[in-house]
């Protein structure tokens, strides 16, 4: 089996290899390439890779390459985990919205935007040369803003899964705090990437016993803690957010704390120079700890479960994954993109197929609604381009939604981000 990896030389690979290499039965790797254009970083995690993959015994040949053409050539599944700009642009989505007094951050709200127009473009000419080279091979998009990619692949007929740690987080936090196997904890997980809720824990499968109740109960302070959210809000809830429902529950309080400490992609970068420091030992051959800060925790188990369901070996047959709706939330569009648990195992071409969820409550159903709207608008600016597209795309978002503020930010917007949008 051959994996190609485009952005392999991200300080987050060695985290994919780690899980690839203590996973080798779920998934039985036999080649694997990283693509990447900076050739420097490239060659540093390559090293480690085999290193790693050595120290587990692991017999898969690792490759590197800045040819896309040449990398995803018989692949099987192809995996993104892409940052147009890199950290800089980054930084610039966390810094300038909050001039106008809006959160700054890389998946929600214009930050998010900001990084949507930047990617599709360079995402879908991805894939199509991964379909030019291999039309049965699949995508696995885990380059955010993951809703809006994943939903740009499926529209141009790619053979494409979008892939978040949220769940996989919940799942594993949920399974220690209730002395449980992870296998053992299914989370009713709905909504959009980056805009979900978990509205029962259950035990064993999709209709075992709800354990939420009791969870909340006995360690709502613990996940509360977690989210930055307080307690009350989670009991009355009834559910557990994921932490960027923070941006829209506590967005004026999150500004404020935005405003007065470095931002995330300062930390980032200063963790990356670190990493890479590290990388550089020969004698390393595992993930270093200062990973585990990096973020997208249990991402690499996610990874793999899913690429094994879908290329017809293991993995679990029920997943959390991005995909069309298709009915299953029945107040949005087929083609919208959902984030909900799916069988991915012995579906073929098909693709996933979402798993049936209950009715959601209006408290959930407006809010997704709504920024599925304004995914709807985003992406039409991203493949079409145009301020007027910007524009309204911004109106259009829940945490926006003003002329003036609309208008601030698409300014500001386009002046960040000329060297990315050829249009701009």
């Known amino acids: 089996m051959k994996l190609a990896v485009v952005g392999g030389g991200s300080t987050y690979t060695p985290e994919l290899i780690d899980g690839f290499a203590r996973l080798r039965d779920t998934l039985p790797v036999g080649e694997l390439v990283l693509i990447d254009p900076a050739a420097d970083r490239l060659e540093l995690i390559g090293a480690l890779a085999r290193r790693i993959f050595a120290r587990h015994g692991h017999p898969a040949v690792v490759t590197t390459t800045g040819d896309l053409d040449a990398g995803v050539a018989d692949a099987d599944a192809v995996l993104l985990q892409l940052r147009i700009g890199g950290q800089a642009a980054r930084l610039q989505d966390e810094t300038w919205p909050l001039e106008c007094g809006c959160v700054g ?24 040369r991964v379909r030019r080279a291999n039309p049965q091979a699949w995508i696995i998009d885990f380059t955010n803003p993951v809703g809006i990619v994943t939903r740009a692949l499926l529209q141009a007929g790619h053979k494409a899964v979008g892939l978040c740690n949220v769940a996989i987080g919940f799942q594993r936090k949920f399974a220690a705090l209730l002395d449980l196997a992870p296998a053992e904890v299914h989370l009713d997980h709905v909504g959009l990437n980056h805009l979900t809720w978990e509205l029962g824990v259950r035990r064993g499968g999709p209709d075992g016993e709800d354990l939420l109740p009791g969870l909340l109960a006995a360690h709502g302070d613990t996940i509360a803690g977690d989210l930055h959210l307080p307690r009350a809000v989670l009991d009355r809830l009834g559910a557990v957010p994921s932490y960027y429902l923070r941006y829209f529950y506590a967005h004026d309080e999150v500004v404020r704390e935005l405003g007065t400490r470095p931002s995330r992609a300062a930390e980032v970068a200063a963790m990356e120079q670190e990493l890479l420091g590290l990388y550089a030992d020969p004698a390393l051959d595992e993930k270093p700890a200062l990973l585990a800060r990096r973020g997208g925790a249990f991402y690499s188990e996610a990874a793999v479960d899913l690429a094994a369901a879908l290329l017809g070996g293991g993995g679990s047959a029920v997943q959390v994954v991005n995909t069309y709706n298709n009915g299953t939330l029945p107040f949005l569009p087929d083609d919208a993109v959902i984030e909900v648990q799916a069988r991915v195992r012995g579906t ?16 959930y159903a407006g809010l997704v609604a709504h920024v599925s709207a304004y995914e709807d608008l985003a992406l ?25 503020l609309a208008e601030g930010l698409t300014d500001r917007l386009l002046a960040h981000n000329k060297e990315h949008l050829p249009w701009a």
């Open 105 to 128: 951050q890389e998946t929600t709200g214009a930050g998010g935007l900001a990084k949507a127009l930047r990617t599709v473009p360079v995402v879908l000419d991805i894939a199509e």
């Open 348 to 363: 073929g071409a098909a693709g996933p197929l979402p798993l049936a969820v209950p009715r959601l409550d209006p408290l």
């Open 380 to 404: 039409d600016a991203a493949l079409r381009g145009g301020r007027e597209r910007v524009f309204k795309a911004l109106l259009a978002h829940p945490l926006v939604g003003q002329f003036e």
